[in-house]
């Protein structure tokens, strides 16, 4: 049987609660006048069913899983197959049927009024999104399907007047369940709305059958999906249907899933900065606020901050917790959480929330962290975890070994530059460190990808369907599996300050990789920063690969910067190492992996066009980004 989602259905409504809105002589709002209904209208609420069905189903974007904060396991949800809904108040019909279809369910209903239900089942269609079937049958009628009876509202208060019509009852009728509803003193109405009060009511739960899948993750459950097709282009149609509220996305085109994606302009930075709250609300949906707000910086050099509205924090966080388990966090640990928090800087406050809904112990520390802390942690609170950025917590690592040469630590999960592989053998074997795994994320975003602890290199496993993740050239056309190039994310579960083939200033390649993890499939190799490019001698360098040719000097941090001397066109080179390193040594060896360092060039020898430079500095003596507390890898400062 296909699968239906929750979120076509949404994506449906809304378009009719447009309608409604905007145009009295809209085929659903003629419908509704005709048939004396219009008070049915508020039930058309595209917000209001979403919150309500996050909420019932655990998250709209994991549907079908929801997944367990304890257990690491899923729990399945699978439609009943088929909902018969007796028509005895139109207001408790439509609710099922909406209900019914949001859960992917085909529908009958049995009434005396086929025409009517007919005629609701083509508008609720027209938009043009995917909906199970529906149908009509006569009153009492044998239909092959679930009976779900759908209860009354039931709006009973002293002093308020009593409700009549199709939606709301002052009275029960007997024989038939209700869900009864009492205002406070002056309140004639629930403040809730009726769809928020229907998934959390049981009849709800009578929509579809949730199965307990002991022993799989999320990311299994995903992967042994056949229907994983299908999801992906559900979940790219719908984040399309919200986009389209803002501004600056008014005018995309509707589309019917991945294979249309590259029909979608890419987002540049510029773009994002300039459209981005507080400088112009472009890319704001208008909803009512919610959630949280993160600082970044801005090529501009003034921050940035991006929207989180509340269920995108939600889809984070569900997201979030299943990656830290894979990245070893698990059950009872006690974790010193050291990212940055200055000016609001988003990597603390976002694994802060994460640590808060897992059964782990937490120490959110920050930039704050010390040497003497990390002892002082470690000794009296038993701490195993650390979670941090190299360029910050390695010095402070290597201090507090100095100082108590006792010291051990399990676990290191880190995120912001990657980890040289001399230093992952230092904290194995120096704090008998048995796993180092790394998050590779971004304030705009969210998480990446993820490197286990089997996973060389700069390789990161991916989640589609979180972000899903585009290698292209420099006009943004898709490039082959293995073929080095910008890295594009489309925010598939952030929906207020939408991110769509946006282009994050990093370049990597996508590959195919069976890892010794069991997770087959495609995994990103993370290249650095797209302005770690040094182009000179009209030839090109990676960063990485001149970091890359420094592991066997202990190397932490390389600092590249192209600068003009007198004329001439220099390369210097600042690094840092746990050792004392010979600048002319390392010259020598940089030279020797890469002769475009060296002296020769195709002018007179009489003429000075190029010089390598190289600094060695001891740990932690780079200058650190107040705000990231990382290191700036690479600067261009030559003259035009």
Known sequence: MTRHYPTDLLLAVSSLQRDLADDASSPVARLLKEADLLELGPLLDGDALAQALDEGLGGLSQFPWRPLVDTDDVWEHEPVGHVVLDDDRAGNTLRGLLLSWATGNAVTVRTSRPALWQAVFEVVRGPGFPLPAASTAMPGAAVGGVVVRVPDLVVSSEGATAP??????????????????????????PRAPVADIDCRAPWFRELFTSTYLAGTTLDAARRADPESA?????????????????????????????????????????????????????????????????????????????????????????????????????????????????????????????????????????????????????????VNVLLGQPALVLPLLREARRRDPSLRLEKVVYGGTPMTESDKQWLRDELGTRSITSILAANDGAQIGYQCDRLGGTLHHVNDDYNLVEVVDEDGVPLPDGETGHLLITAMQKFEGPLIRYRIGDIG????????????????????????????????????????????????????????????????????????????????????????????????????????????????????NPVSGKIRTTLDRRLN
């Open 164 to 189: 009549s019509g199709e939606l709301f009852a002052a009275a029960g009728r007997p024989g038939t369940p209700s869900v009864r509803i009492r205002p406070a003193s002056g309140q004639d109405g």
């Open 230 to 382: 299908s999801r992906g282009d559900a979940r790219l149609r719908y984040l399309v249907g919200m986009a389209r509220r803002t501004p600056h996305y008014r005018d995309l085109p509707r589309i019917d899933g991945v294979a249309d994606l590259g029909r979608l302009p890419v987002l540049e930075k510029e773009t994002l900065e300039a459209k981005s709250l507080p400088r112009s609300p472009e890319l704001s949906s208008g909803a009512l606020p919610s959630g949280e707000v993160l600082r970044s910086g801005a090529s501009s050099g003034d921050p940035r901050y991006i929207v989180y509205a509340r269920t995108d924090w939600e889809n984070m966080v569900r997201e979030a917790i299943p990656l830290l388990r894979a990245l070893g966090i698990g059950n009872g640990d006690r974790v010193l959480n050291a990212l940055v928090g200055g000016g609001l800087y988003g990597g603390l406050m976002t694994t802060a929330s994460e640590l808060s809904r897992m059964p782990v112990e937490a120490f959110s520390a920050g930039q704050q962290v010390t040497a003497d802390l990390m002892l002082t942690l470690v000794r009296d609170f038993s």
């Open 509 to 624: 390649r996508l590959t195919s990789y069976d890892c010794p993890c069991g997770i087959p499939g495609r995994v990103l190799e993370y290249l650095g920063r797209s302005d770690g490019l040094l182009k000179f001698k009209s030839a090109t360098v990676y960063h990485g690969d001149l970091l890359a040719a420094l592991e066997e000097f202990r190397v932490s941090q390389l600092q590249a910067e192209l600068v003009t001397r007198s004329g001439t066109e220099t390369l210097v080179l600042r690094t840092e190492s746990r050792e004392e390193l010979d600048e002319d040594v390392l010259r020598s060896a940089l030279v020797a992996a890469f002769p475009v360092l060296g002296d020769s060039h195709l002018y007179d020898d009489g003429l000075r066009m190029f010089e390598l430079v190289v600094e060695c500095h001891p740990e932690g003596a780079l200058p650190r």
